[in-house]
């Protein structure tokens, strides 16, 4: 029905930058909110930065002034701009959205998950 793919996960060095995008595909009628979570090892999955389709967005303040997400809704699909990269945002990141799924009847929302993507920042 829905699927999210992503990419740009890789090896960085600590201070550096990378740049995470997440298309999702499928029967969509709409997409609500957008975003992007990390699980680190040994560690439950976290929130890393939300987007509402108006724009509006909340980061985890650990990456505040950091990161920056953001969206194209015609194309849905979400970014996430890392900057200055810490050794502690090494995790695998995983894109989410919650999805108005369209169907031959009624359509529902359901929130989708994308396979993830390893974000490792060497000290």
């Known amino acids: 029905q829905v699927q999210l793919v992503e990419s740009g996960g890789g090896l960085v060095q600590a201070g550096g930058s990378l740049r995470l995008s997440c298309a999702a595909s499928g029967s969509i009628l709409s997409i609500n909110t957008m975003g992007w979570y990390r699980q680190a090892p040994g560690k439950q999955r976290e929130l890393v930065a939300v987007?509402?389709?108006?724009?509006?967005?909340n980061y985890a303040d650990s990456v505040k002034g950091r990161f920056t997400i953001s969206r194209d809704n015609a194309k849905n699909t979400v970014i996430l701009q890392m900057n200055s990269l810490k050794p502690e945002d090494t995790a695998v990141y995983y894109c989410n959205a919650r999805v108005l799924v369209a169907t031959t009847f009624v359509p529902y929302e359901n929130d989708y998950w994308g396979q993830g993507t390893q974000v490792t920042v060497s000290s």
């Open positions: 987007i509402t389709s108006g724009g509006s967005t």
